[in-house]
């Protein structure tokens, strides 16, 4: 099945600094790559998605981008701000199914004053 | 426009009771999907339901667990005789329609079995 690995598992940045979490997935087929933000004790937060026919979107501060040869993607943040420390989930859905969501394990990112 | 939601948002249960766990989708979402996170962890599926409907449960446990989804009324997650190791929080979210395109999160209910 689908496995996606995530890293890096930690990440602290000054703040206006950019920030890059990374992530590869085994199920070339998989078409659909979302990524949640997560604060405590809260419901993770759909920030930005990408589909596999598209190699880069943008949205304000945070940009994805997917190498669907090398079968990864990634998710870029600049201009941090301190809204921005939470933990940042990045996800594929598989060719088997179209209605699950296969996680990575998170990134926590901290941003420093 | 209410978002999904959730109760209780915690729930403490003694082993070998059982937890019941409810959610309602978004407005206009027919599709639920339940999630479970233990700490430290990601998001694993359990199951994918439409009204009246399992379509997907390939991430349930083989025991004690069942999920529901009726014509009327919220959807159902529900454990029997919980042990401590069901202690997570346990997610639902919805979408409009079929695909995981799009699903949005509800609080979560955090269940600690004692």
């Known amino acids: 099945g689908e496995n996606v690995e995530q890293h890096p598992s930690t990440l602290s940045v000054q703040e206006g600094d950019s920030a890059v979490i990374k992530c590869t997935y085994s199920d070339s087929a998989s078409n659909y790559f979302p990524w949640y933000k997560q604060e405590l004790g809260k419901g993770p937060q759909l920030i930005i998605d990408i589909r596999s026919n598209v190699g880069e979107k943008k949205d304000q501060r945070i940009a994805v981008t997917l190498n669907k040869t090398a079968k990864h993607f990634s998710l870029h943040i600049t201009e941090t701000q301190p809204e921005d420390s939470a933990v940042y989930f990045c996800?594929?859905?598989?060719?088997?199914?179209?209605?699950?969501?296969?996680f990575g394990s998170g990134t926590r990112l901290s941003i420093r004053p | 426009n209410a978002g999904v939601m959730q109760n209780p948002r915690h729930l403490v249960r003694r082993r070998g009771q059982e937890a019941r766990l409810r959610c309602s989708p978004m407005?206009?979402?027919?599709?639920v999907y339940w999630y479970r996170q233990l700490p430290e962890e990601g998001l694993k599926f359990m199951v994918y339901l439409q009204k009246e409907n399992i379509i997907d449960e390939s991430g349930m446990p083989k025991e004690r667990f069942s999920a529901e989804f009726p014509k009327e009324g919220p959807s159902i997650l529900r454990i029997q005789q919980v042990v401590r190791g069901d202690s997570a929080a346990y997610f639902c979210?919805?979408?409009?329609?079929?695909?995981?395109?799009?699903?949005?999160f509800g609080p979560g209910t955090r269940l600690t079995v004692t």
């Open positions: 996800a594929a859905t598989p060719s088997s199914s179209a209605s699950k969501i296969i």
């Open positions: 407005k206009g979402h027919s599709h």
């Open positions: 979210a919805s979408s409009y329609g079929e695909g995981a395109y799009e699903q949005y």
